[in-house]
């Protein structure tokens, strides 16, 4: 089934009419799923306009009641998660069982802001007998969000949550490969009784939607996801218009791994790297390995990853576009002087009509080596040694990318001492696992600001003081 994909503004699908639409082809057979209308600044405009009209009774309205409409999204979630799964599976080639660990994900966000928004407070400040100065936090009104095609539900889910428990509206524009799950998220929002203009999704290209979004003189915060360079570009149209932005961007994220660390989990760890094929920002794309157990662990680590038979316990490649460019970085390797260990190439015979492409592991990578700096966004790690404590840690921090990093030792002191001289958002040690509690973003090209955690909801307001004067 071919599905329409139309914009939904102000609690309306909104027709394409004349206007022209794009044809998405699915990542296992390269067949079409889906028309998406191509929007433009005249959709852009309709629908920040309807937030602009939503924004102020929304956000006068108790975080009580928001957080109760909020986690009732987050039950039919849950209620209609085959659905979600089964459409968001076909777009963007994940795994099943991924995509349902997605969802309860995109639920725990609605559940989660829908029930801290009410533990937002002020503060009282203390200027002695005769004023009264307090704090609050308000919304911003109308957020522009940006949404790439790796994750479109848990990504929408993650900024709509606590925008919303704020108190502003919001304009989503997911990308065009993969919008529908955002459009059906959106119209569960109408339903449990989110009224029309809180959300807003537009859908089509980057430069035609998102450009003018961004740009709008109405949309007051900007939340984007997404690439480095899209980043800077988003950065460039905040910095002009003096509005904050929150940027999630890549990540080349390391493992580093001491001769102490338990390899049973290290190796089940660094088979994360097939998640969603590797199509994520936080993989641990790059794996530091203490010399001693550097074959060992190189050894066991490739025999896992040949054991990940495409179109069975690994995704495809979503766009072609990512499919072209992995491919593209196993001649980029090769010429470098890799040493390829496993997979390498695109998956052959019968899958050879999706994106598939092999698990891989290279070894013997330098940090002159492209795949040692560049974000690939696939099921390929790039495997280097290391000596000592001090030149572990400066290989991670060899990145323009400071996202995630994780740190495989017995020594917990050493564990604690190496987390805190690496440069990233979120050190993981021995494994330990994160939560929606816990904050989530970059360091150095890796973004600005936070998501999740608590620190996202003050991110999706402002602060204002008054002061009134009791003499
Ligand atoms: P982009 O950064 O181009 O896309 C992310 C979102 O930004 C999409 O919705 C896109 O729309 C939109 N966009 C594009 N141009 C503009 C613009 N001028 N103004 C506002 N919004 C815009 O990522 P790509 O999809 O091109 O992926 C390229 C690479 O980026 C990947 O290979 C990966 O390395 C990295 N990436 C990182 C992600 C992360 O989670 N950190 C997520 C996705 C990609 P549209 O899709 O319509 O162009």
Same mark, same amino acid.
């Given at each position: 089934m071919v599905r329409e994909l139309d914009h939904w503004i102000d609690g309306k699908s909104v027709p394409r009419g004349t206007q022209s639409a794009m044809t998405v082809t699915g990542p296992f057979d390269r067949r079409p799923i889906a028309r998406v209308s191509?929007?433009?600044r005249e959709h852009v405009d309709l629908a920040v306009e309807a937030a602009r009209r939503a924004a102020r009774a929304w956000g006068d309205r108790p975080p009580l009641e928001r957080g109760r409409l909020l986690a009732e999204v987050a039950r039919?979630?849950?209620e209609r998660a085959d659905e979600f799964v089964e459409v968001e599976v076909a777009e963007t080639g994940k795994l099943v069982?991924?995509?349902r660990g997605g969802l309860q994900v995109a639920a725990d966000y609605f559940e989660y802001y829908g029930g801290v928004v009410r533990a937002l407070f002020g503060e009282t400040i203390n200027l002695g007998a005769g004023d009264h100065a307090f704090t609050s936090r308000e919304p911003y009104g109308v957020v522009a969000m940006i949404t790439p095609w790796n994750g479109?539900?848990?990504q929408a889910a993650r900024g709509m949550a606590a925008a919303l428990a704020a108190g502003n509206t919001v304009v989503i524009k997911p990308?065009?490969?993969?919008?529908?799950t955002t459009l059906m998220l959106a119209r569960l929002c109408e339903e449990v009784g989110i009224p029309p203009g809180v959300v807003n999704v537009v859908v089509g290209e980057g430069p035609e939607v998102g450009g003018p979004l961004t740009e709008h003189p109405? #949309?007051?915060l900007i939340a984007f996801?997404?690439? #480095? #360079?899209t980043g800077r570009r988003v950065a460039e149209t905040a910095a002009r218009r003096l509005v904050p932005a929150i940027l999630e961007l890549g990540g080349k994220s390391a493992n580093v791994v001491f001769a102490d660390a338990d390899l049973d989990r290290v190796v089940e760890h660094a088979l994360t790297i097939c998640t969603g094929a590797g199509q994520q920002c936080a993989a641990l794309s790059r794996l530091l390995v203490q010399n001693e157990i550097h074959d060992e662990l190189l050894e066991r680590v490739a025999q896992e990853m040949r054991a990940r038979i495409p179109g069975d316990r690994l995704a495809p490649m979503t766009t072609e576009a990512q499919f072209d460019k992995v491919l593209e970085y196993f001649d980029v390797a090769t010429q470098d002087g890799a040493r390829l260990v496993a997979g390498g190439r695109a998956a052959a015979g019968a899958l050879a009509a999706g994106r598939y492409v092999e698990a891989t592991v290279y070894a013997e990578v330098t940090p002159q080596m492209r795949i040692f700096r560049e974000e690939i966004f696939g099921p390929v790690l790039a495997v280097s040694r290391f000596a000592t404590e001090e030149e572990g840690i400066e290989l991670a921090n060899d990145s323009e990318y400071g996202l995630v990093a994780g740190v495989w030792t017995a020594d917990s002191a050493r564990g604690l001492r190496v987390a805190s001289r690496i440069d990233a958002g979120q050190v993981i040690v021995n494994g330990g696992r994160t939560g929606i509690e816990t904050p989530f973003g970059g360091y150095k090209a890796s973004g600005l600001g936070r998501e999740k955690g608590f620190e996202s909801l003050l991110h999706y307001t402002q602060l204002k003081t008054t #002061?009134?004067?009791t003499r």
């Open positions: 191509l929007g433009g039919r979630l849950r069982t991924e995509m479109p539900l848990t990308s065009e490969f993969t919008s529908s109405a #949309v007051r996801t997404g690439s #480095v #360079v #002061v009134v004067s």
